[in-house]
Each structure stands twice: as C-alpha cells, then as structure tokens.
C-alpha cells in the first residue's frame, strides 16, 4: 500500500513537473525529460534481452545446445562490419536476408489482405439499393477515381484531368481534415486521463 | 488597440488555461451531456452479444501506458461484457507493457464475477515478432505460446490447451496504439485466417480503419475514448471514458471558437493591409 502510495505521488509530481514546460522552460521539466529518457532506455533494454534475445536465440543456443542458433549471431553480427571498413562489404548478406523476407511477406499478403479487399470495396452497387446507399457508393466511387487521377503524374493535369484532380485534392481535404479533428480529440483525450489521473488517484476529488 | 488587435496578441498561455478548466470543471461539476452509440461501436456490441457462452475472444493488448488513456477505459468494458456473456479471454500482447495492462484490468474485473485464472482467462503475454508471428499463430499456437506470462506451461492451463489454432477463436478483438497492432491483425491474420476481428484503436489512428469497415474486413471498431464512452453506455457501465466525456465535448466547443476567432483575426489583418 505504502508503495503504491509512493507510485502515485511520484507519478503525479513527473505529472506536473511536464506540464510545468506549458508555462516556461524550467529544471523540473528538464528533470522529468531526463528521467523518462533514462527510464525508457532502461525499459527497453530488459526487454530486447529478456523478451526477444533470450527466449528466442540464447536460450535454445546454452540450454537446449542447439548450435543452429549460432547461424543468426554471425549473421547478426555481420550487420557490425561497416565499422571495419575491411570487411565492410559483410553488411550486404544480413540486409539482404532482411530485405528477402520482408519483401515476400509483404507481396503476398497485402496484396492478399489489403489490396484486394480494398479494391473489391469499391465495385459497388448503384441499381438495387436504396437512394442513401446508392449516393454513397456513388460518392465513394467518385472520392477513389478523383484521388487517384491526382496521383497520375504522365499527363499534364488541364482539361477534365484537370477538373478530376481537382475534385480529387477536395476529397483528400475532407479526409486530412478528419484526420486532424480526430487529432485534436487524441491529445485531449490524453489530458483528460491525466486530470482523472491527479483527481482521482492523486488528490481523490472525484 | 480594439478587441481585434487585444485577441491576435493573447498570451498562449491563456488558451493553455482556458483549455484546463474546460477539462477540470466538468470533471468536478458533471454536466451529464448526452453520449450518442455510433454504428462502428454498435457493431462490436453486436458481434460479442452473438458469440455463443464459452467461446474464447482473443484480447490483444497491443499498447502501453503512453495511449493508456484511451485505450484502458476500452479494456476494462470489453473484458466486463465478455465475462458477463460468459466468454473466455485469451490476452496477449503485440506491444510490450500491454499484457500487463491486460492484467491490470483483468484482476479488477474477473474477481467480480467469479473468474479463475486458466479456465476463465488466461494471458500469455508479450508476443514479439509481428506479421511473421501472426502468420505463424494463426497455424499453430503451440509453435509460439509455450508459457503463459508466468512461465506456467501453457498445457497445464485449460484454456492453452483449449486454442490449438485460429479455428478455436470466436473473435479477436485488438486494443491498438500503432504498430504492430490493428493492421496486422487484418491484413496477416483476418486474410490468412478468417478470423473476424474488432478493434479499438487510439483516435489518431481510427480516420484509417473505415477503409477496412467498409470493406468489411473490421467487424466493429471503437475509436478513442469517445468510442469507449460508448461501449461504457452500451455495456451500462460508469468508467473513467464515460467521465470524460463531458470535459471533451466542452473542449471541443472552446477550440472551435478558438478557430473561428484565428480566422476572423486573420480576415481582419488582411482587410487592414
């Protein structure tokens, strides 16, 4: 109890001492900055060891002794050599592995889970539907072709290219717009869960 | 100096302050205004009011306190509706410190409603390893989850011996903040799988996901604390989105005045040169 009481002031003064920078620069922010690095950097660290080094390569290396394992540190190491510029050419073998399977994984399935489905989406109905659905699918038709005649660069955008494109950019206006509206909604949302936070936990007011 | 000019020289440091008792008053004052249900968090309510009693929900904790604001509240409502419905949840995270969350809410929840740890729930923790993980999951969950987040051998609980594959699963519903998260879960598990999928993601990302409502590769989604205010209302629950509530909608006001006052300043300025 004693701790979690100790958590929460603590918790509640980094709190303060971040949103103090809202007035002006000053230690307490600077002190709170700093923590936070630290503290990432230190959190992250346990983590890359003892959730994906460890479980995943050094301990079947030493407990089950399966040396196959040894074949992704060499590798892995390999992505050290341009620092010997000698041997700096070693660097190509791992980023090429990487590079192979991301691009596999990635041809396949977002053609297959995003792509596809995506462009299926927008063959829709006009007939058989009633008037509200049959003006959306029209303007959801309408928003894909605009937008993407914006992007086709070979021709000089004048004429009805030009007047798509440009309907297009309105589109894409509407779109950045919600975007940022819902932006705006992000970042007070996270005030408000610190407020609750200092109300709450800290000051039990509410 | 009229008002005009007064206006387009106010300290940002007034807005800072106006903006902080938009927040603090109504959380100390309620004001109870209304919380409409959208049809995107409608659905999420639908498809777990659908499952069957005893089918497992796969939970993905896939954020960390940084966007714990907004997706908590979120986690809290699932995991009360599918213990009430008497659903199994199997927690896992994409991110690091989400399982931990998972447990958060997990703990404060299951005691109420009689839920034991490994027949009722269990969490296996943090998942490394993203697309290629899922892809491999989905397959074969003993291939990846061998312990649970305590290291008890997932065998010895009832519910890891329970999902053998994505077959098992009724629903996936992820809590996203990024990447990995929402997206993977539909472009690499819903593909490969056909597992339906639910989200609840942080509002900057949820403009993204109506593309995937649309097409119907999202089941239902809750997009920032607003969409877990209305599951709360949906689920009759007083949670910390559902207090909020008020303090954002009174927000939202100030800033549209605040816009709208920008651009008759700069309207005005322009006149003048």
């Known amino acids: 109890m004693i701790f979690q009481t100790i958590g929460i002031w603590i918790a509640a003064l980094l709190t303060l001492a971040i949103y103090s920078f809202l007035y ?97 989406a927008t063959f829709l109905p006009f007939k058989g539907v009633n008037v509200y659905t049959s003006i959306t699918n029209l303007i959801i038709v309408i928003g894909v072709i605009t937008t993407l005649i914006y992007f086709y660069f070979s021709k000089e955008h004048k004429g009805p290219l030009g007047l798509a494109a440009k309907i297009g950019i309105w589109f894409m206006m509407v779109s950045f717009g919600a975007s940022f509206g819902y932006t705006v909604m992000a970042r007070i949302s996270l005030f408000i869960g610190r407020v609750y936070f200092l109300l709450h936990e800290w000051l039990r007011a509410i | 100096m009229n008002l005009i000019e007064r206006l387009s020289h106010l300290d940002r440091r007034v807005i800072f302050l106006l903006v902080a008792f938009a927040v603090v008053i109504p959380m100390l004052q309620p004001i109870g205004l209304p919380i409409d249900i959208t049809k995107p968090v409608k659905k999420v309510y639908d498809k777990i009011e659908s499952l069957a009693p005893g089918s497992i929900v796969l939970l993905s904790t896939d954020f960390d306190p940084g966007s714990e604001a907004e997706l908590y509240p979120a986690t809290e409502a699932i995991i009360e509706h599918c213990f009430r419905k008497n659903l199994k949840i199997y927690v896992m995270g994409l991110w690091p410190a989400g399982s931990d969350l998972g447990n958060l809410a997990l703990n404060k929840i299951a005691p109420r409603y009689n839920k034991n740890y490994g027949t009722d729930y269990i969490n296996v923790g943090y998942r490394p390893g993203g697309a290629v993980m899922l892809l491999s999951l989905g397959k074969n969950f003993g291939d990846i989850i061998k312990v649970d987040y305590q290291g008890t051998p997932i065998d010895l609980l009832e519910l890891g011996r329970a999902v053998k594959s994505s077959k098992n699963l009724g629903l996936v519903m992820t809590l996203s903040a990024g990447d990995p998260g929402i997206l993977h879960w539909i472009i690499y598990f819903h593909a490969r799988y056909g597992v339906p999928i639910c989200g609840a993601t942080t509002a900057i990302m949820a403009p993204q996901q109506y593309t995937y409502l649309g097409s119907g590769q999202l089941v239902g989604l809750l997009g920032g604390l607003k969409g877990a205010a209305e599951y709360e209302v949906l689920v009759n629950r007083k949670g910390r989105a559902s207090i909020g509530m008020d303090s954002q909608s009174i927000v939202h006001v100030l800033l549209v005045i605040f816009i709208l006052l920008g651009n008759i300043i700069l309207l005005h300025q322009k006149g003048k040169r």
């Open chain 1, 24 to 120: 002006k620069d000053n230690p307490f922010y600077k002190i709170a900055e700093y923590i936070f690095v630290g503290v990432s950097a230190g959190y992250w660290a346990v983590v890359l060891w003892f959730d994906f080094a460890w479980p995943n390569l050094f301990a079947p290396l030493i407990k089950q002794q399966n040396f196959f394992y040894l074949l992704p540190i060499i590798i892995g190491l390999m992505m050290f050599a341009p620092l010997i510029p000698k041997i700096s050419w070693l660097v190509r073998i791992p980023l090429t592995f990487t590079m192979g399977v991301a691009m596999a994984l990635q041809i396949t399935q977002i053609t297959q889970g995003d792509i596809f489905p995506q462009l299926q």
